[in-house]
């Protein structure tokens, strides 16, 4: 498994913008497919986004098309999710994840073996 940090999270207006880090060691990044995952209080973790382990291929959940943008840095092994245009609904803990399958941009949690600790976004009206 790959050890996984995450950063970047606060609070932000509606329509502002983060960017959201999550670093990787302990493995070598560039065999592993990234993503980004969120949870909200009382709700079931859910995709926001993943990236294969050359930038490739990129999936996204549909609520976040053209507003989030994941893209990787191999050589600083780090993962990145660039939200623009936020809603309070984005509000959330993310989280990202690393899938052994490099190729892969799965959406369901099971195909990742390691997740960070999470990092808090929360957008107010």
């Known amino acids: 498994q790959v050890q996984l940090v995450e950063s970047g999270g606060g609070l932000v207006q509606a329509g502002g913008s983060l960017r959201l880090s999550c670093a990787a060691s302990?493995?070598?990044?560039?065999?592993?497919?990234m993503a980004w995952f969120r949870q909200a209080p009382g709700k079931e973790r859910e995709f926001v986004a993943a990236?294969?382990?050359?930038?490739?291929?990129?999936n996204y959940a549909d609520f976040v098309k053209g507003r989030f943008t994941i893209f990787r840095d191999n050589a600083k092994n780090t993962v990145y999710l660039q939200m623009n245009s936020l809603k309070p609904e984005d509000t959330a803990v993310y989280y990202c994840a690393a899938d052994p399958d490099r190729k892969k941009v799965a959406t369901a949690t099971q195909e990742y073996d390691s997740w960070g600790q999470g990092t808090q976004v929360t957008v107010s009206a």
């Open positions: 990236i294969s382990w050359s930038g490739g291929s990129r």
């Open positions: 302990g493995r070598t990044f560039r065999n592993y497919a």
